[in-house]
């Protein structure tokens, strides 16, 4: 199974608004990584939270690791057609075995 | 710096056959992982490969396996198809050596279809 659990699975967005797709874990992980896949295409890493509470802004979207390290989210402030696509969540376990979330599918209407 | 490669980038097969397929990472990076990823289980992880090694294996069927070449380059093979397996098969590169905490870097997949 999966060791992380994204919600929502999909996220319907009117342009110009802001949404939030959650990460949660029961263990506490040693850190997320986050990835965009566009339509069609594969995922590209977006970035990658190690501390506890850290949080990491690219432009629009802010990311953040929780407190106790076992959930994390991203935001993304008015959004725009170019978000399309989906988000996953993925952490590492002890090794080099990477697990992804189910993913956050984003649909922008303009 | 030339991304992840991977060839063929389609394939059309039958049940019972057997495929391979390949990928070359970005120079550098020894480690190879493979991902299938299908719309109803999203991105599962296959195995991962270091120096011509198995490092790590995932919870897929013996019929799943793979190998790295001395030049990183590595190879999957599925035998015996299934309808189920269907699906985008993802190859991702990494460094692989120290820390764990890597960005994987995707090739854009071959897609496989069983008829």
């Known amino acids: 199974g999966q060791q992380v659990m994204q919600i929502p699975q999909y996220q319907h967005v009117q342009e110009g608004e802001d949404f939030t797709t959650y990460c949660n874990s029961s263990t506490t992980l040693s850190n997320i990584q986050w990835y965009k896949q566009r339509p069609g295409g594969h995922p590209v890493f977006l970035i990658q939270?190690?501390?506890?509470?850290e949080v990491k802004k690219q432009k629009r979207l802010t990311f953040q690791f929780g407190e106790a390290k076992k959930n994390s989210s991203l935001h993304i402030t008015a959004t725009q057609t170019t978000d399309v696509g989906t988000y996953f969540c993925?952490?590492?376990?002890?090794?080099?075995?990477?697990?992804f979330g189910a993913g956050t599918t984003v649909t922008v209407r303009a | 710096k030339a991304g992840v490669t991977q060839t063929p980038r389609y394939l059309i097969k039958t049940r019972g056959q057997q495929v391979t397929l390949s990928c070359s990472p970005i120079s550098g990076h020894r480690s190879v992982s493979w991902y299938q990823q299908t719309p109803g289980q999203g991105l599962q992880f296959l195995f991962e490969y270091f120096s011509e090694t198995q490092r790590n294996k995932g919870n897929f069927p013996g019929r799943f396996s793979g190998r790295q070449f001395s030049n990183s380059r590595s190879e999957m093979n599925v035998s015996t198809l299934e309808l189920g397996d269907s699906a985008l098969y993802l190859c991702?590169?990494?460094f692989g050596t120290g820390d764990s905490n890597q960005p994987q870097h995707f090739g854009d997949g071959t897609r496989l279809s069983i008829l």
């Open positions: 939270l190690v501390k506890s509470g």
């Open positions: 991702a590169s990494s």
């Open positions: 993925a952490a590492h376990r002890n090794d080099y075995k990477l697990s």
